[in-house]
């Protein structure tokens, strides 16, 4: 069983900032992409960040220049470093893997979601 646990989200003003951990845990073989996705509410999930197993990043327009994803050595912890963070940035942050991971069948690739990680910025 896949398993991704977030962190570091919470209030903040606007011009603040505040970083995001997501770490996965299981069987897992392979990493293929990690990132981030953000739903405000009564809008589309949007992708915010995505870093590829071969270290490629690509960044939604709002969020360039702001917002930095990383990831640590063992590749299975994303992070995402955002500031001077502004109201529009407020959404339920969810952390996505795409990996081939071992399951009860055999081993499948398949996508992940975090539980979300509420981000509020005040103005």
């Known amino acids: 069983q896949v398993q991704l646990v977030e962190s570091g989200g919470g209030l903040v003003q606007a011009g603040g900032s505040l970083r995001l951990s997501c770490a996965a845990s299981?069987?897992?073989?392979?990493?293929?992409?990690m990132g981030w996705y953000r739903q405000a509410p009564g809008k589309q999930r949007e992708l915010v960040a995505v870093?590829?197993?071969?270290?490629?990043?690509n960044y939604v327009d709002s969020v360039k220049g702001r917002f930095t994803i990383s990831r640590d050595n063992a590749k299975t912890t994303v992070y995402l470093e955002m500031n001077s963070l502004k109201p529009e940035d407020t959404a339920v942050y969810y952390c996505?893997?795409?990996?081939?991971?071992?399951?009860?069948?055999?081993?499948?690739?398949?996508?992940?979601w975090g539980q979300g990680t509420q981000v509020t910025v005040s103005s």
């Open positions: 299981g069987i897992i073989f392979s990493i293929n992409a």
């Open positions: 996505k893997l795409d990996a081939t991971t071992g399951q009860a069948v055999g081993v499948m690739r398949g996508i992940y």
């Open positions: 870093i590829s197993s071969g270290g490629s990043i």
